[in-house]
């Protein structure tokens, strides 16, 4: 399938969802949950705690039988299909290499390494641009252990100044390349003409989870310095602003989806995330705790919309309803006079209790929406990438397991 007709399909599928993914669950409450069909509801009410788990992660439909509901799960999995990078057996490096970095990176590294080693030998580049490269591991094993000369640019200081001690403290092998960093906030120009000099027309740059709108000022300055190629994969879509991130490319603007805002990208964030069981019980209970709190203020106190109350620290999550709900009013300088019973009395009824468990169902079925919403945003990059004369493709690299945001935008001159 083509990425531009991948992208038609899914906007396709996402505009009579719309409902689902431009509000948060609590925004739907009371009117409007029937946007989440009625039948599903029930088949999830019938699952005990372990399969919902499963069907959260999107580690197991099977228990959803042959239904209306595993089809359209089905549908979601066949329009999300990305393909996979080719698999290059990743070589060993020695122990003192990834002293204090940690499995996931190490895993990513290694793939990366091997991913611009072939780059390299096929159309050689000048040297790499790590953006928003923290403290520089993959820069340094690049420069170190794959000949590739470096520069890791970020806007926090002190990861660099780490990454520079680091550096100094272990062996660095015979043949090993320059790591250089630059401390500069990526929104804006590099002084003078440094811009051009570093994102030269035989330079490489990779921007490995860059987080919102860096992943697009990435692409640009890529595209507008016409440098050899770019590697970019996106994260914390929750930080895009939907007036000027989203719909880059002419294709989306004429045909995309209206009405992204930032709790659709905030689904396209987390929709995806492994968890484990306990993970999911605990999940359970934040929501349970954070959805009783908004109907006590819709439906006790008559404030309808929706109050941003803040996370809490984990174990306020366990212990009374009473204790978390007065906290978090106080905090919000709202008057109750509730006395701790009638708080707790209120979570534990059976009305609240069964309202809690319809909230959550529904966001179980929301959550099924997150990956095919980043891909939404990752086709659109693609596209915008086309309408500039590139040739990009969209990859996967990472195992999921160890690293979930996973898909790459990739160009090479
Ligand atoms: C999610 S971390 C990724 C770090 C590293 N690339 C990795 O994958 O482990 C994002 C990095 O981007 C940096 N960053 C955020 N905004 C930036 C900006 N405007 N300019 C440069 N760096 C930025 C942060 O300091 C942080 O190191």
């Given at each position: 399938m083509n990425y531009r007709e991948q992208f038609d399909q899914i906007s396709t599928f996402l505009a009579p969802l719309k409902k689902m993914w431009e509000n948060e669950i609590l925004c739907l409450y009371p009117n409007d949950l029937d946007c989440f069909n009625t039948e599903w509801m029930r088949q999830l009410a019938s699952l005990n705690e372990e399969e919902l788990w499963q069907v959260d992660c999107h580690a197991n439909y099977s228990v959803l039988k042959e239904s209306e509901f595993a089809k359209w799960?089905?549908?979601?999995?066949e329009l999300s299909i990305i393909e996979q990078s080719q698999k290059n057996k990743?070589?060993?490096?020695?122990?003192w290499a990834f002293n204090k970095v940690k499995g996931k990176k190490r895993h990513e590294i290694l793939i990366l390494a091997e991913v611009f080693k072939k780059?390299?030998?096929?159309?050689p580049f000048s040297?790499?641009?790590?953006?928003?490269?923290?403290?520089?591991?993959?820069?340094?094993?690049?420069?170190?252990?794959?000949?590739?000369?470096?520069?890791?640019?970020?806007?926090?200081?002190?990861?660099?100044?780490?990454?520079?001690?680091?550096?100094?403290?272990?062996?660095?092998?015979?043949?090993?390349?320059?790591?250089?960093?630059?401390?500069?906030?990526?929104?804006?120009?590099?002084?003078?003409d440094l811009t051009k000099k570093i994102f030269?027309?035989?330079?490489?740059?990779?921007?490995?989870?860059?987080?919102?709108?860096?992943?697009?000022?990435?692409?640009?300055?890529?595209?507008?310095?016409?440098t050899r190629g770019l590697l970019n994969f996106g994260c914390c879509y929750n930080r895009l602003d939907p007036k000027t991130d989203i719909n880059l490319s002419s294709h989306a603007q004429e045909n995309g989806l209206r009405g992204l805002n930032h709790f659709s990208f905030t689904l396209a964030t987390r929709g995806?995330?492994?968890?484990?069981?306990?993970?999911?019980?605990?999940?359970?209970?934040?929501?349970?705790?954070?959805?009783a709190l908004h109907l006590f203020l819709h439906d006790?106190?008559?404030?309808?919309?929706?109050?941003?109350?803040?996370?809490?620290?984990?174990?306020?999550?366990?212990?009374?309803?009473?204790?978390?709900?007065?906290?978090?009013?106080?905090?919000?300088?709202?008057?109750?006079?509730?006395?701790?019973?009638?708080?707790?009395?209120?979570?534990?009824?059976?009305?609240?209790?069964?309202?809690?468990?319809?909230?959550?169902?529904?966001?179980?079925?929301?959550?099924?929406?997150?990956?095919?919403?980043?891909?939404?945003?990752?086709?659109?990059?693609?596209?915008?990438?086309?309408?500039?004369?590139?040739?990009?493709?969209?990859?996967?690299?990472?195992?999921?397991?160890?690293s979930p945001r996973n898909i790459g935008v990739l160009f090479t001159e």
């Open positions: 799960i089905e549908t979601i999995q990743t070589t060993d490096l020695p122990d780059i390299q030998d096929a159309k040297h790499l641009v790590d953006i928003g490269g923290g403290v520089g591991h993959l820069a340094r094993i690049m420069a170190h252990y794959k000949g590739i000369e470096c520069i890791s640019l970020d806007i926090n200081e002190e990861f660099q100044k780490f990454g520079t001690k680091r550096m100094e403290k272990y062996p660095r092998p015979s043949g090993a390349k320059e790591v250089s960093f630059i401390t500069h906030d990526f929104t804006e120009e590099l002084e003078g030269s027309k035989d330079s490489f740059s990779l921007g490995l989870h860059t987080c919102g709108p860096l992943a697009n000022r990435h692409i640009d300055c890529a595209i507008r310095n016409e995806h995330s492994s968890m484990n069981f306990e993970d999911f019980k605990h999940k359970r209970r934040v929501k349970n705790y954070r959805y006790e106190m008559g404030i309808k919309g929706l109050t941003p109350v803040g996370d809490s620290h984990q174990r306020d999550y366990w212990a009374s309803f009473s204790s978390y709900a007065q906290k978090k009013l106080d905090g919000k300088e709202i008057k109750y006079d509730w006395s701790s019973d009638q708080f707790d009395e209120f979570y534990s009824s059976k009305e609240t209790q069964e309202t809690l468990d319809k909230l959550f169902y529904a966001n179980i079925i929301r959550w099924q929406l997150g990956r095919i919403l980043e891909l939404y945003i990752l086709l659109d990059r693609v596209l915008y990438i086309q309408e500039q004369g590139k040739t990009p493709q969209l990859l996967k690299f990472f195992d999921e397991e160890l």
